[in-house]
DNA sequence: TGCTAAACGGAGACACTCTCCGTATTGTTC
DNA sequence: GAACAATACGGAGAGTGTCTCCGTTTAGCA
């Protein structure tokens, strides 16, 4: 990648995570691309679809989901208290900006979605928190971690689509908690 | 109102029930304006805004939410079964278009949306099976009806977006019913 | 320094929403 | 049944957003 392209690539990245914070995922792409200091040519050459654009923001962020489920594995309490903390980073975490919870839900079983890597990565997040709540023999049979992912994820796109904040979207969390743990 | 406006008002639901059937929530309401062959300028001055074409549309089948309601209380058999069921059946009815789901639960909480009575017929629905739970001792304690008909309202809103088949949508319910009842 | 492939960016085609206002229709009154 | 408000119609067009095409510019190599 010739420099240039390389040095407009990145400006869009920055300024269209800036625009989508600020007025959602349906932001005007043209209006991104006038803030970057560049052409919609040369957005749409980089980005064909929005979802593109879409997963290059997320890029940054996935590092942040790791670490913070290491963070929940570490939790010293109950293990309802442990996977209702993790929903809540969870829901945190896929709420960075307005449309986002629905997007990356609705991706998650595409497999040809522009957006499919940062799935992989909070599904297997997901997966990972399960997986500690099976060992401790907390968890229900036949739980599955896209069922999961998606009830989750569900809420919190329910929660965004509302503008509910964190005191209304626990209660839910716990109605799925207890209906995951034995 | 005036004739011909009653004329082509009936008209406008009846064509616009057709194409969001076909195209979605999203469907383009020139074209609806079009094939009821009026003008867009008759189609905005009796539906201002897009969800109230969606209210007009759900007139129709607010009866069928109550006879629905009414079936799923004389269920004869355990309170999860009849919970689950009841779920199934709720999910069915947003899901009659595209994009239902989501409008219709994120404009649960909205005092002043246009589709406002729709939700109350809903939640309301949603309450009744509720109530003859909580009348067989079977709820758990602090179970609240918005909380239920987001939560549900999530998982439909999820299964629209994904295209999931209902026996995806099932261990889900599933999920929920288990974590509301004792 | 010159050349070529790569990249740029803006004009503009196309689609959708929504409004304004001149025109047409309704239904009431005599 | 003719005249006249009041009511409703509908299409032209402004505003906004998406996305493409292609003439122009630039980077990077020889």
Redesign the pocket.
Known sequence: ?????????DRIVEVAREVFREQGY??????VA?RA??????????F???ENLLDAIMQSWVDKVTETTDKALTYEGSDRDLLIHWFEDYVGLISQHKGGPAKLTSAMGDPVSPIRTKCQVLSESNGRVLDELRAHGALRDGVDVIQVTRLVGGVATIADNSDLDPAAVRPMLEVVADGLLK
Chains 1, 2 share one sequence.
Not at 26 to 31: C, K, R
């Open positions: 990648m010739r420099a240039d392209a390389r040095r407009n690539y349906d932001a005007s792409l043209d209006e006038k200091g560049v052409g919609p040519g040369t957005l749409y050459r980089h064909p679809k929005r």
